[in-house]
Structure formats: C-alpha cells, structure tokens
C-alpha cells in the first residue's frame, strides 16, 4: 500500500481548484426543461454536470426505453449545459426495473430477478448486446452529436460508456473492450473525433481488490487493463473510508479534519492507479488515462462507509452524521485545491437521495444544511 509519509512530502495547494459539479438524473421528461437545475447548479458555483439518463433493465440484456429519456431530449441539455460554459460529462445508468416510473412488479408479467435486484453492480450484462451496445450507448453518442451541433465552437464531452456494472466488467472484459472499438467507430461516422472523450465510470470496488480483480483469471484481468489504457478517462465512484488518513489510534474518537478527509483521497487513488491499475491489471503507468471522481457523498456510514444510504437517524446521533458530512464536504474541497499530490480532474457530487442531495434539490427534507454551507464557504 501506498506510504502516507511519502504522499505528505508533495502536499501543497494551488491557486487554481480542479472544477466540482454536480449530477443531473433522469427518467424520461426529465431533461426536457434543464433550466431549472442547471440555475441551481450554477448558483453554487459548481462548474461542471453529470447527466445522467436512466434505463430499466427488465431481463436478461432486455433494457425497457419507453421510460427513458429520448436522444432529442438528452441532446437539448447537453447543448444548454455547454453554452452556460459547463464542463459536461453523460453517464447512462442502468438501473433495476423496480426503480422506474410505473412499474409494479406484482401486477407486472416480468419473473425476472434482475427487475427487482437491488444495485446495477451485480447485472450480468453483456454491453455489446444490442440493447445496451445500440439503444443505450449508440443513442448517448447521438444525443451528444445533436448537442454538439448547438454548442459553442470547441465543446467536448465526456461519456462514461459503462457506469458501476461490476460483475459485467469482471466477467465480460474482452466485450467492453469490443464495445470501446464499437463507440470509437461510431464516433468517428458522427464526425466527432477529438470533440467526445470515451471513459467509464467504475464503482469504488474495483479499489478493493477481493471485490473485482482477485475474481478475475489472468486473462481477464489483462483484458480489463488493456481496456482501461485504451480509454481517453477513467472515473469512479469514490465511496472509500475518508478516515485512512487519521492516526489509527484517534480513529473513531475524533472527527478527522478536513486535511485529513484530503489526504484520504489522495491515500485511495494513489493505491488504486499503482495497486490495481499498474501491478494488478497490467495498465503501463504512462497509459493510465486521466481520473475523474465520478461520483462523491457521504452517506448514513459517515466518513468510514460513505457509500451506506440506507437508516434513518434523530436527534444527536444525526447532528453527529451531518457534521461528517459537512466534513466530507469541506475535505472534498481542500482536495480540488491540492497542487499536488491529487490525481483526479475534478468530481461530482451525487445529489439524489437521504443525506447525499445536501442541497435538497430533488427533496427538501433530504438536505444537509451544514454540508450545503460547507461547500458554498469553500467555494467563495
């Protein structure tokens, strides 16, 4: 593992902040009017938008589009985010069919366990089926073009051609890197070549190596590398302890300080670019493409298991919880203003849902006000 002393000897900070952003998911209608939430966005001084179009798989590489958001729709606030001056990134989610509008699965004809599994982590999909390959990534790419086309001279996008589909990766390797060769085709037809940068969004796991990489052959593990190297970035979901950083011995007696929430950024994706993707995945470290923080909460784990959601707490125990989180937050931005030592190009925050949408965009009573303040402090 990666030496906290060494990491401290380049610690420094920097005038000019790596952007934040936030995401923007939706099921169909969704993008229809991004005025809104874009305003909301940039009255936070957020830089930067995920958007994320929703699609409910309902079987076995089955992917349901009537309650998805259309290609015209999507490309409407790609075109409105690029010319408020947003950097812009498209992130399609999978999602179970139970998640999506209208869908009752007791009155519904679907037997599948997949339309009621709980995380899109554990479909076994095959992404160069041709619902995912066509209707989902194939659409995303024309959505971008339409938005392109109405866009400031210049515009890039980024699309995360896969998002957290952990035992796809793990099992399908060689077909994710068929579907990269299928997506550099395409955007090559839609003349597009420089104006869209090709990555995927990886779940936090891939950072624990018994969660994904020790499952895999090494056949399979050298095919995930070569995919990895032969995109143009990487992002994940980071969800990991944002106590690494801390003495172990004051570890759970105090709350970590906000050089220290930093500092555990630095710890997990310093070991993950030379843990996973250069000794255990094969990825020479020259090729090893920019890194992107695609995702970034603190959620009912506090700042030991972020990515818990789900209880409910009163009283001191959630004073105590919205202050990590507030925490969370302010390390999150002492991390973008690193000059070095950080490795990542920025991060998205994930807003949707109890304690993550702290700014009570999608609900009111989910709002953190202490981690909302935290950040417009920290961005001033």
């Known amino acids: 593992m990666v030496i906290l002393s060494m990491l401290l000897a380049s610690w420094s900070w920097s005038a000019t902040r790596a952007p934040l952003g936030a995401s923007y998911g939706a099921w169909k209608g969704g993008f229809a009017d991004p005025g809104p939430r874009l305003d909301q966005l940039q009255a936070e001084r957020l830089r930067a938008v995920t958007l994320i179009p929703n699609y409910a798989l309902m079987g076995l590489d089955r992917i349901e589009f009537s309650n998805a958001a ?14 408020r ?6 992130k399609p989610h999978l999602e179970p069919g139970i998640y999506s509008p209208g869908f009752d699965k007791l009155a519904s004809e679907n037997h599948s ?10 479909f076994d999909l095959d992404p160069m089926s041709k619902d995912y390959r066509e209707g989902v990534v194939g659409a995303a790419l024309n959505a971008i073009a339409l938005g392109l086309a109405a866009a400031p001279a210049g515009a890039k996008v980024r699309l995360d051609i896969g998002s957290e589909l952990m035992r796809s990766e793990v099992e399908f390797p060689e077909r994710w890197l068929e579907l990269l060769a299928d997506a550099r085709a395409r955007v090559e037809a839609l003349g597009l070549a420089g104006r869209v940068l090709l990555s995927h969004n990886f779940a936090h796991h891939l950072e624990i190596p018994e969660d994904m990489v020790l499952r895999m052959e090494p056949r399979r593990r050298k095919a995930l590398g070569r995919y990895i190297a032969g995109l143009d970035a990487v992002s994940i979901s980071q969800y990991m302890d944002l106590t690494a950083a801390m003495p172990a011995v004051e570890r759970g007696k105090r709350l970590p300080t906000s050089d220290e929430v930093a500092r555990a ?3 997990h994706e310093t070991a993950f670019v030379s843990d996973v993707l250069v000794a255990a995945l094969g990825v020479p470290k020259a090729a090893v493409p920019p890194l992107w923080i695609g995702e970034f909460g603190v959620g009912r784990g506090g700042l030991r298991h972020p990515n818990v959601w789900a209880g409910q707490v009163e009283g001191a125990e959630k004073d105590r919880l919205y202050a990590e989180i507030a925490r969370g937050m302010e390390g999150l931005v002492k991390y973008l203003d690193l000059g070095e030592g950080r490795l990542s190009q920025g991060a998205i925050l994930w807003v949707t849902g109890p304690r993550y949408d702290v700014f009570g965009w999608g609900s ?4 953190v006000a202490p981690a909302a303040e935290a950040l417009r402090k920290g961005l001033q």
Do not use: M, N, Q, Y
């Open 70 to 83: 259309t290609v015209l729709e999507l490309g409407g606030a790609i075109s409105e985010s690029l010319r």
């Open 113 to 122: 366990w997949r339309a009621d599994c709980p995380w899109r982590g554990f």
């Open 85 to 90: 001056g947003l950097i812009v990134a498209v």
């Open 265 to 267: 950024l630095v710890v």
């Open 364 to 367: 009111p009573e989910h709002a």
